[in-house]
């Protein structure tokens, strides 16, 4: 690849307004300036040199690939819970449960049902619908996924990520109890010992896999459906495999002394109390904390995942009510950007940069604080590492795993700016993204699959909804093929425009 305008997101933040990168056997050989470079080539033995496909990327951005390492599959319950179903008119909305602070025995109880909501899945199903969902992260620029419990089989999302050729750190939707109103203690909702089963399976099963894509990491969606036998199991397994652990922690309001009056202590006490507080912690949307507990969250020496994008439109204030996020951040704890998961359309990592440098700069009145290469490294560099994926990938080095993005400078947008990236966060995103590659295969050119038929893809999507929400989701037939009509309508307008 010649002639980009590269961001390496390595340590130094190196940018190379006229750069050049070589892969070699899905790896990056050399990074660079041209001469630099080409020396590299030179080197190569005469087939191998022979055999390389040479980029003319003298109008491109090239980033590496993004690291959404806070990430749910929820596709499935898209009729439900998205727009599908509601009226086009937004003045009639409520607030929903992440809002005002959070309701936390419907958050509980919700999250306590998606246990049924997954059984209801046929493995045909969950696999049709993680390869599009998966897709549309892919599609945006992200190359590797940090599932943190989703609404589908952890096998459909193995598969899927193997078959489009992404990287994914796969989990479970472990839960074991349910805190219900009325009630002084929770209620154990399933048998903690096959909750603990299933996620050390998994756990091997990936460490078994020979593609190189796959991981698999311990997750408790929210310690309140987490008791104490759980945390204490799942801090187990972690020790046991050496792997990382997530968890919303401290992410609501109204969460602490919620969590508290149900298991008898503060979130971030707790979990500290039952071995999860280390350096092998993902703590997700931490905005709420006490003094003591800020200074715990330091001496353990967590990550941080925020999805700054995000928290208007679900109503939550993870950062701006009590700036605990930012402010770790500044106290030097590694923070990363994630998109976390919405069965409505949401920001990808793009937005989620674009949020994190204005948002962190806006409240302290500091537009150095996040610059550009910041946000980058926080959705690249430093989410790898809230992964322990940071030695294969998150930045363009030698020796690294071949895996970034690119974006078209000719648009008028970006024409003339010496930063690009800069224009790209403030007037780009998703969209903008021409091609994928994940180590070194080109999974996304010209913003289409280079591996398979989208169209076939979206078909195998739908088809599957159509049953599963039917079947599973009790959703009356006759708004089933509504939905699809409408849709099938938007579609032949479009393509008749077209």
Known sequence: MRGAHLYTA???ERVLPEGSLLAVDGRIAAVGTKAEVDSAVAALPPGQRAALRTVDARRMLVLPG???????????????FNGALRPADDRGDQAGFLGHGGDMHRISAVFDSFHDLIAGLTPDEGEAIARFSMW???RAGVTTLGDVGSVNRPEALAAAAVWLGMRCSVSTWATDAVCRPGESAFTRSRDTDAVLSEIESLVKTCADDPTGLLKARPTAVYGTNMTDELGRGLAGIVQRHDTGFASHIGAQRNEGEFVRGYYGDTPVRRFAGLGLLDERLMSIHTGFADDEE????????????HSPAKYGSAGESAMTETRLIPELRRAGLDVSLSTDGQPLVFPGMPEQMRAAWQTHNEMYADPLLVRPTDALAMGTRIAARGLRWEEEIGSLAPGKQA??????????????????????LAVGGSGDIDTVVVGGRVLVESGRPTGFDEDALLADYEAALRSYSVRCLKVPQESVDEVFARTTRRRAA???TR
């Open 10 to 12: 390595d340590d130094g």
């Open 66 to 80: 993004f690291v959404n390492a806070h990430w749910h599959e929820l596709f499935s319950t898209r009729l439900p």
């Open 136 to 138: 549309t992260q892919l």
């Open 294 to 305: 800020r200074k715990m969250l330091l001496e353990a020496g967590v990550h941080l995942s």
């Open 403 to 424: 895996d970034l993005v690119m974006v078209p400078l000719d648009d008028w947008r970006f024409v003339h700016t010496p930063r690009p990236l800069e224009a790209f």
């Open 494 to 496: 479009e393509e008749a």
